[in-house]
């Protein structure tokens, strides 16, 4: 941790400027680091704590859905916040060109694109899964 605060240090600080231009000392321009583009400082700390709460929340649903594979609707809930997030990061570059196809982009979009193939491959196996049940049952 030593080293890292020294490497902290050494973060050149950006020039002075006006309340709201993402420049600045100190957490004025930006909530998470000091900025040296008003384009890195466009979140705020509110809009990074939401998007922490919305990656905890789809996390969790996620888990239990890999722990209650068989729960229907838990997998419909688990999809569509595949689906969710591949719109999002989507949006994010084709729309609002807010991101650049960089690998940190990138990496989002194939995991939510792999994520929801195998999930509907798994859906049509639930499907055949739960016809079988209800012939034993009958």
Not at 113 to 121: A, H, K, P
């Amino acid at each position: 941790s030593f080293i890292f605060l020294n490497i902290i240090k050494k973060v050149p600080k950006p020039p002075a400027g006006p309340v709201g231009t993402g420049r600045g000392g100190g957490r004025r321009g930006c909530a998470w680091s000091p900025c040296a583009s008003p384009l890195l400082c466009a979140v705020n700390g509110l809009q990074a704590r939401t998007f922490g709460v919305w990656t905890l929340l789809s996390s969790v649903i996620r888990c239990l859905c890999a722990i209650d594979i068989r729960n229907r609707t838990l997998y419909y809930i688990t999809l569509f916040t595949f689906f969710l997030a591949l719109v999002h990061f989507l949006s994010e570059v084709f729309i609002y060109h807010t991101a650049a196809l960089t690998i940190g982009v990138m990496a989002p979009l194939m995991v939510a694109s792999f994520s929801i193939m195998g999930m509907l491959i798994g859906l049509q196996y639930l499907e055949v899964e739960a016809l079988s049940q209800n012939k034993k049952k009958n």
